[in-house]
């Protein structure tokens, strides 16, 4: 299949006013420019003048090939995040242009990534040229156009990385690796080379063109935000709600235990044991999944201090889209993951695994997976649902899918852990009949709970491998996850490359929407962790 790189910008002289944009299409392997676009449009605002760059540029590319995967690249932070469904959009000039785009090709073929502006050279030209024109009441012209003339071929697009996007350990150790072989290492703190050349084409967004084109941009590529926009359950937007009172592992003291059916300040939660329409696949232990430390806390006795490089790759992970590794990573898969609503167990804090007696949703429940699907369909960012197989998580998702219009997928790979001979006690009522077995549960992840229950360990193993099938399957696209206090415990756990007792340390109400993007070099983003705005 072939691969285009569509590079777009638009400028208004006045926002609004005066206004034009243009359009590239590049060869992804070779760099080679195979189309031009470029049109003076009247009087607009410098964000449709971006999003009528963007049409054309795809539109371009689909006379070229209609069945051809294409990047888009654009120094519009604005129009990157709405096409990515991260961001709202609210302007009603921008809401039939973005409409037409997406349908352009098929969205699991197209991808945006935000770059400098001057990464942008071409199209910036094109648009300039558009609107001289424009002023001398001419049409734009590609036979002398000289946009293209002094400036360098756009870069081939290197081969996606093979495998899966694996969690935080290893795109850290990815990291490190490329800040070895790159030499010259930022110091602790400080921003590389490629992001102090994005800094600095940040800082001259706002000032004029030579040609007179007023950008408008400072603000929206500084923040991140912008008037017309309201960033989706991916973005950073939310605040954790206000702690619960219900968990569905066990309210444990010191905060490292577990209870109930709600995970409120307790470890991981209960499920009901079942089989989707996938079938789990052999257990194998995924990176950084077992072993990172005791379970009080703290780095192992004989783990080595943090090294300068492992804090700067930390760092990386934490802003992969614009740090020390190749920026082209193409749109993340973003998982947003929730917990399904209360059941009859969940006020009673006890344990609900998947050996237990798998409970529906309680009315409360039904009204709690309810307004999620109000708030989710209000944002319009979702575009599949896949549910754990236990009877509460698959009521949750057929009530959201149904507001969403969309189909409901099953994954066993997400259910919840198999709690044992602890299933629907609490937790006060396991420390009494078995507390040993439970002493060495809280202090070990390969500790399996009385009965022959399931460790921590092989859950995670089982979650990571659910993690990466989900991964290659919805490569690029925003997936509502619909699962327990466990599962999306450890994908957030996994994604940080925290240790396992983090667990213990996290708060999730029932009801409650996280969401981690994925990218293709095996970075993660926690974006989201326990939101429970929309039950308010």
């Given at each position: 299949m072939r691969e285009f790189v569509v590079e777009a910008d638009g400028g208004s002289r006045g926002n609004p006013g005066p206004a034009g944009y243009g359009a590239v299409v590049s060869d992804a392997a070779t760099g080679e420019t195979?189309?031009?676009?470029?049109?003076?449009?009247?009087?607009?605002?410098?964000?449709?003048?971006?999003?009528?760059?963007?049409l054309a540029g795809l539109r371009a590319a689909r006379e070229l090939d209609p069945d051809a995967r294409v990047r888009v690249r654009m120094d519009s932070k604005l129009v990157v995040e709405q096409m990515s469904g991260r961001w709202k959009i609210k302007h009603p000039a921008m809401k039939p242009l973005a409409a037409q785009a997406a349908t352009v090709f098929p969205p699991?073929?197209?991808?945006?990534?935000?770059?400098p502006r001057e990464r942008n050279t071409h199209a910036d030209r094109l648009a300039n040229e558009a609107m001289d024109a424009g002023r001398r009441g001419e049409s734009w012209s590609p036979a002398e156009s000289r946009a293209d003339l002094d400036v360098p071929p756009t870069a081939p697009v290197a081969p996606a990385p093979e495998g899966t996007p694996g969690d935080a350990t290893a795109g850290a150790a990815r990291?490190?690796?490329?800040?070895?072989?790159?030499?010259?290492?930022?110091?602790?703190?400080e921003p590389g080379p490629e992001r102090r050349r994005a800094a600095e084409g940040t800082a001259a967004a706002g000032a004029a063109d030579p040609a007179g084109t007023v950008r408008?941009?400072?603000?929206?590529?500084?923040?991140?935000?912008?008037?017309d926009t309201e960033p989706g359950p991916g973005a950073d937007d939310t605040e954790p709600g206000p702690r619960a009172d219900d968990t569905e592992a066990a309210d444990v003291q010191g905060g490292r235990g577990a209870e109930g059916d709600s995970g409120g300040a307790g470890g991981p939660a209960p499920t009901g044991r079942g089989r989707g329409g996938r079938a789990a696949e052999s257990r194998a232990t995924a990176v950084g999944a077992v072993g990172e430390g005791p379970a009080d806390g703290g780095p192992s006795p004989a783990g080595p201090a943090p090294a300068d490089a492992d804090r700067r790759a930390a760092q990386a992970v934490a802003t992969p889209s614009s740090g020390?590794?190749?920026?082209?990573?193409g749109a993340p898969?973003?998982?947003v993951l929730l917990r399904h609503g209360e059941t009859p167990l969940t006020p009673q804090k006890r344990f609900s695994g998947s050996g237990g007696s798998d409970p529906s949703l309680s009315d409360i429940g039904r009204e709690q997976a309810g307004k999620v699907a109000a708030a989710l369909a209000r944002r319009g960012t979702v575009q599949a649902v896949v549910a754990s197989p236990l009877a509460r998580t698959r009521e949750t998702a057929r009530i959201v899918a149904a507001r969403l219009g969309l189909d409901v997928a099953v994954e066993d790979g997400l259910r919840e852990t198999d709690f044992g001979a602890w299933e629907g006690l609490t937790f006060g009522e396991v420390r009494e009949r078995y507390p040993e077995d439970l002493d060495a549960w809280l202090a070990s992840p390969d500790a399996e709970p009385t009965g022959g229950g399931e460790s921590f360990a092989a859950t995670a193993a089982r979650v990571a491998e659910a993690r990466d099938r989900l991964l290659a399957e919805y490569r690029g696209r925003t997936v509502l996850l619909v699962t327990h206090v466990t599962p999306v415990k450890m994908m957030i756990r996994l994604a940080l490359g925290a240790p396992p007792e983090a667990l213990f340390r996290m708060e999730l109400s029932a009801a409650s929407l996280s969401a981690v993007a994925y990218y293709a070099d095996g970075n993660a983003s926690v974006r989201l962790f326990n939101d429970t705005s929309h039950l308010r």
């Open positions: 195979l189309a031009e676009a470029a049109e003076y449009i009247g009087v607009a605002t410098n964000n449709v003048a971006e999003y009528r760059g963007l699991d073929r197209v991808t945006y990534e935000w770059i990291v490190r690796e490329a800040l070895a072989s790159a030499g010259g290492a930022a110091a602790p703190g408008g941009r400072g603000t929206e590529d500084a923040s991140g935000e912008e008037p020390w590794a190749p920026a082209d990573m898969a973003t998982f």
